[in-house]
């Protein structure tokens, strides 16, 4: 079935840095572009970061634009998050998407939890 599974978040103090990956299976992750989502306590869920499906093209959200960085592997089905210059307002369930499009529904991962505190 197709499934995405977040990994690498975790505490990290302001300034360090975290990388998340998503590990996409059940579908042809090359054909599709991907994001990434963050949700606060509190907040509505916001897109942090998008890539096409080649890797070719991104858009950032304002408040990581300089500090975090989305690639991704479509030899490993995997997209990642690289996050650097970390703030405590990074805090937030960051979760992994598959937009929906004319090739298929939208998907959600499971979302990882990313601390950021010291």
């Known amino acids: 079935q197709v499934q995405l599974v977040e990994s690498g978040g975790g505490l990290a103090q302001p300034g360090g840095s975290l990388r998340l990956s998503c590990a996409a299976s059940?579908?042809?992750?090359?054909?599709?572009?991907m994001n990434w989502y963050r949700q606060a306590p509190g907040k509505e869920r916001e897109l942090v970061e998008g890539i096409s499906s080649s890797g070719g093209s991104r858009n950032y959200g304002d408040p990581v634009k300089g500090r975090f960085t989305i690639s991704r592997d479509n030899a490993k089905s995997t997209v990642y998050l690289q996050m650097n210059s970390l703030k405590p307002e990074d805090t937030a369930v960051y979760y992994c998407n598959r937009p929906q499009s004319w090739r298929g529904a939208g998907v959600w991962g499971q979302g990882t939890q990313v601390t950021v505190s010291s």
């Open positions: 059940g579908f042809t992750f090359s054909n599709y572009a």
